[in-house]
């Protein structure tokens, strides 16, 4: 598909106005059919969790990741409960999650009154690392939960040698990396299942959304079963176990199965973003890291994160208090779960715990214009210099 370049801006437009405008650090792309599906949900009054666009969605991400069946839910966090809720995961069972992740990969094994057991980052990649994870198994670890961080798919072959040898789940957590490849195959057919979130600042929008995805009939059968309350399927009003209302509306389902449509462009453009932060960072390279991807890999760039390098004296939020003042938004890399209050533990983690300190997520987005890109590595540089 050919992928068509960032906006230039027209030189004459130039106003103070625009050039100063604040660059926010993700925007949702609805340029696709959104407001006419939304408004075929109006007219039809097909408003709630019924209506043709449910299936057509959930039909269209299955295909996309390779997949037989996807299951849609109203966000990326109850994607990854039904998930843990249909494998069966109970009270004391322990799950292994990266302790550099959003909170949510390890609220839900809470949610389960299961105990999430924290392992260190890759430094490249940001993600779990492999020998962490093994060394982390124990009698009564029951799941693995791989995050695919910002967009960049764990090293899955060792993950699944160990739930192969230890007869382990995976859920791959899959909420930032729509389209990412493990070695040619898409993130979402990786593990016994995987989620996705559809939050407005992720790589395809409902809104509010989430998609539990899996090649295994039977669990798929106990997503659905999870989802819906727990109502039989063959008796309506009739219930056997105590299920959850995680559905999806059928209009978030139709401003999805829009992104859809265009998703192949929404990533193409993510691409364009991050390879000219990585041809215009180029000249700081002593004073950050940019990010590496593994040759097996193909990123889906959530989010574009560096490092910075001991030689910038000043602190990460120094530095984004630079880019703020100059209306330019970024994020920090996020908090490791064992720093927090509700999963604090008093030892460290060296690499999750370098690349909370020192990392920032650039605006990611397929918005972001050529001009925009400019602006935030001349701030950049001047926040390093100065
Ligand atoms: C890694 C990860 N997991 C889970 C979630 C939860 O998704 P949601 O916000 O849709 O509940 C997010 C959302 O930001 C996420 O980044």
Not at 354 to 372: F, K, M, Q, S, V
Request: glycine residues 6%; negative net charge.
């Amino acid at each position: 598909m050919a992928i068509k370049p960032m906006e230039q801006g027209e030189p004459h437009q130039d106003t103070d106005k625009q050039l100063s405008a604040r660059i926010p650090v993700a925007a949702p792309v609805l340029d696709g059919r959104e407001a006419e599906y939304v408004a075929e949900c109006m007219e039809t009054e097909w408003i709630s969790s019924n209506g043709r666009f449910i299936g057509a969605f959930e039909k269209a991400f299955a295909e996309f990741c390779g997949v037989k069946h996807a299951i849609a839910v109203n966000n990326g966090t109850t994607a990854l409960h039904l998930a843990l809720v249909a494998l069966g995961i109970e009270a004391g069972d322990e799950v292994i999650v990266p302790t550099l992740t959003y909170i949510a990969s390890a609220n839900c094994v809470r949610y389960c009154n299961g105990v999430p057991v924290f392992v260190d980052s890759d430094p490249q990649s940001m993600n779990m690392d492999p020998a962490k994870v093994a060394e982390a198994v124990t009698d009564k670890t029951r799941a693995i939960i791989p995050v695919h961080l910002y967009g960049h798919p764990v090293d899955m072959d060792p993950i699944r040698d160990i739930a192969k040898q230890h007869k382990l789940f995976i859920v791959e957590d899959a909420a930032e990396a729509v389209g990412a490849l493990y070695k040619g195959k898409r993130v979402g057919g990786l593990g016994d299942c995987a989620t996705f979130s559809f939050f407005g600042n992720k790589i395809i929008t409902t809104g509010e959304g989430g998609m539990v995805t899996t090649d295994d009939d039977d669990l798929a059968a106990r997503l659905r079963l999870f989802r819906g309350q727990g109502m039989d399927p063959e008796r309506r009003y009739w219930f056997n176990v105590v299920g959850y209302n995680y559905r999806m509306t059928n209009i978030a389902a139709a401003i999805g199965l829009a992104q859809m449509e265009r998703v192949e462009e929404h990533l193409a453009r993510r691409a364009v973003v991050a390879a000219s932060y990585k041809k215009k960072l180029a000249h700081l390279s002593q004073y950050v890291e940019l990010p590496v991807t593994a040759n097996w890999a193909t990123h889906s760039y959530w989010m574009y994160v560096i490092t910075l390098k001991e030689s910038v004296k000043k602190s990460r939020d120094e530095v984004m208090a630079a880019l703020d003042r100059e209306n330019i938004e970024t994020r920090p890399v996020f908090y490791p779960m064992h720093q927090m209050p509700p999963y604090k533990e008093d030892r460290g983690y060296e690499v999750a715990d370098h690349l909370a300190a020192r990392g920032i997520n650039l605006p990611t987005h397929g918005r972001l214009t050529e001009r925009d890109i400019d602006r935030i590595v001349a701030a950049l540089e001047r926040a390093f210099t100065d």
